[in-house]
């Protein structure tokens, strides 16, 4: 048998880390999402957004089906072209930390969770100007409100509480997924192939004393070029499938989007943070 037929299986157990890290880059990282009503505690990890045109679609029930548009890329998008204009909208990417707890719908608890915080318009000016006034919004915390369902899903209250100044600290109780960092960056240090995956997700920064063998122990950006990619308009036109543009656009809300993941929210206190 030929190695170009035998691809399609493998035999052991090497294949394990391989398909679990294709699974978790097919989701990417989680989204902050709020419910209104809720209040949370942030800290941004950068505050230069990185923006781009993305479309989403109401796709078996559920929102979380963004993907970059394709426009000016592969002329003409297939989104654009199936679900039109109001499903293209300009968004800009931060990263932060979630500090407060919160319960996915498996029941599983989450705190200090790595996550996506995109801004339409509204927030991006907002974030523009807390910049600056403050000249810097990295590892600063703050107090987020969303008031009601109307309101941007990311909250429309940001209210500044400190600067976090213990990076240590932080790191150690970060998270992705429900994984500590600092596992994730250990496994990294021992593992290529972990190492990859870690490089496709974030912005990992390296000491220039290890020879480029040891990880800063820093929570970084994701590394949004791969977390954004565009996919193309083949994966696009599968993603869509048959699904009709009022199926898709569905009860779409442009000021703050109809779900969204994240899971139930607990309000939580900067009090409450240990750093």
Known sequence: MSEAAASWYNTGYDGVNTEEQRLQSLSGPRRLWMPAGATKSLVLVDDEAFCIHEHNA????????????????????????????????????????????????????????VKLVGGKLGSLKKWRRKKEDRGSLVG??????????????????????????????????ANYKGKKLS??????????????????????????????????????????????????????????????????????NDSGGSGGSGGSSGSGSEDDVPF
């Open 58 to 113: 109401k796709l078996n029930d559920r929102w979380d089906n963004n993907h970059t548009c394709m426009k000016n890329i592969e002329d003409p998008c297939e989104s654009c072209t199936r679900l039109g204009d109001k499903s293209r909208f300009y968004i800009g990417y931060l990263t932060s930390i979630d500090c407060s707890a919160f319960v996915d719908k498996k029941g599983n608890k989450y705190q200090y969770e």
């Open 140 to 173: 600063t915390m703050w107090k987020v409100t969303r008031e009601t369902d109307k309101a941007p899903s990311i909250g429309d209250e940001w209210e500044f509480h400190k600067t976090v100044e213990d990076e240590a600290a932080l790191f150690s109780l």
């Open 183 to 252: 596992e994730l960056w250990a496994k990294a240090e021992e593992n290529e192939a972990s190492m990859t995956f870690l490089a496709q997700t974030f912005q990992l920064e390296f000491d220039p004393e290890s020879d480029g063998k040891k990880l800063v122990r820093r929570v970084p950006p994701f590394n949004y070029m791969e977390v954004f990619k565009p996919r193309g308009n083949a994966f696009i036109k599968d993603l869509l499938g048959g699904v009709t543009k009022e199926e898709a656009l569905g009860d779409y």
